[in-house]
């Protein structure tokens, strides 16, 4: 059974930094390309960040380039979001997901096979 489970969101005030982690089960994680996507209320999901089965490729949005870094640890399983100097518009639940047959990077929702519970990040101005 696939688990993709995401935790590190919480409560931080403009400007603030978090670290999202997504912890994969049952799953060759080194083989599939991951994301990171985000839900605010009212709003469709949208992309954050993608990054590839090496780690050598990664996309951001707009939203977040020069603020995020998406990585990742092969050998533990898991993914992480780096977020800094936080905005109260990137307040919404993160998802984490996987692409268990990439052929490339890629940064539609539709794309991803799994996905994990989410967690929520509220950012206070």
């Known amino acids: 059974q696939v688990q993709l489970v995401e935790s590190g969101g919480g409560l931080v005030q403009a400007g603030g930094s978090l670290r999202l982690s997504c912890a994969a089960s049952?799953?060759?994680?080194?083989?599939?390309?991951m994301g990171w996507f985000r839900q605010a209320p009212g709003k469709e999901r949208e992309f954050v960040a993608a990054?590839?089965?090496?780690?050598?490729?990664?996309y951001y949005a707009d939203s977040g380039k020069g603020r995020f870094t998406i990585s990742r640890d092969n050998a533990k399983n898991t993914l992480y979001l780096q977020m800094n100097n936080l905005k109260p518009e990137d307040t919404a639940v993160y998802y984490c997901?996987?692409?268990?047959?990439?052929?490339?990077?890629?940064?539609?929702?539709?794309?991803?096979?799994?996905w994990g519970q989410g967690t929520q990040v509220t950012v206070s101005s």
């Open positions: 997901a996987a692409d268990r047959a990439p052929l490339n990077v890629r940064t539609t929702a539709r794309a991803y096979d799994y």
């Open positions: 049952g799953l060759t994680f080194s083989y599939c390309n």
């Open positions: 990054i590839s089965r090496s780690g050598s490729t990664t």
